[in-house]
């Protein structure tokens, strides 16, 4: 089993660009959560999924984040336009029952 | 609504020495309850689960006791070893609907551990 694949697993951009961050779940898991976590805030809860549809998106911080799930084996958050506010380390975590299964994270730095 | 609340660190031992993290939380209904354990560099792992009351979860030497009286999940481990220098989290499952459930988390104790 390969776990949660994550990429990139480290990002550097300019404050205004486009920042596209990916997740694969593990294979049968019907659920998908995408985390940020900073030193300020500790982790927060963006978006959860289940069997693809999103279940609760209130933790997304602004318009300027959205989260697709096309299928039940990829994930996607979208930054646009980022900020140098949005610098974190982002993590996804997928679950079949309630066990969550976190990917190695992606380190995000806006500059 | 759920939540869970634990103590705050960094705590320092030294290696050898007994550890507790203390964790309290308020739920509705029987929720199920974990420790997860953060690694420096690394996302986040589960330590151990209870699933009811009086369940004991234990994994790597690391005890935890649902204990439905007092609200808690406290964490304990007799001897602790320098390679258990990491964050811990703990954990209550929120169920939503009966086809999705997600988990609230605790803000995290930093354990260092000296030599």
């Known amino acids: 089993d390969a776990g949660v694949i994550q990429s990139p697993r480290h990002e550097v951009t300019e404050m205004g660009q486009e920042v596209t961050l990916r997740c694969k779940p593990i294979s049968g898991h019907n659920s998908l959560f995408w985390y940020r976590q900073t030193m300020m805030r500790g982790l927060e809860l963006l978006i959860y999924?289940?069997?693809?549809?999103?279940?609760?998106d209130s933790g997304m911080p602004e318009d300027r984040f959205s989260a697709k799930m096309p299928n039940a084996s990829f994930s996607t958050l979208k930054i646009q336009p980022s900020e140098p506010r949005d610098s974190a380390v982002y993590f996804c975590a997928s679950t079949r029952s309630y066990e969550q299964y976190f990917g190695p994270g992606t380190r995000l730095t806006v500059t | 609504g759920n939540s869970v609340t634990q103590m705050e660190g960094p705590v320092t031992l030294s290696e050898e020495a007994f550890l507790t993290i203390n964790c309290t939380y308020t739920a509705t209904g029987y929720p199920s309850l974990f420790w997860y354990v953060q690694y420096p560099g690394e996302g986040l792992q589960l330590l151990l689960k209870a699933t009811k009351a009086d369940d004991k979860g234990s994994n790597k030497g690391f005890e935890a006791t649902y204990r439905k009286e007092t609200t808690s999940f406290h964490l304990e481990k007799g001897s602790v070893q320098v390679s258990d220098s990491a964050v811990y989290f703990c954990a209550l499952s929120d169920q939503v609907r009966s086809s999705a459930s997600k988990i609230i988390f605790g803000s995290g104790t930093r354990l260092s551990i000296r030599p």
């Open positions: 999924f289940n069997n693809n549809v999103p279940i609760d």
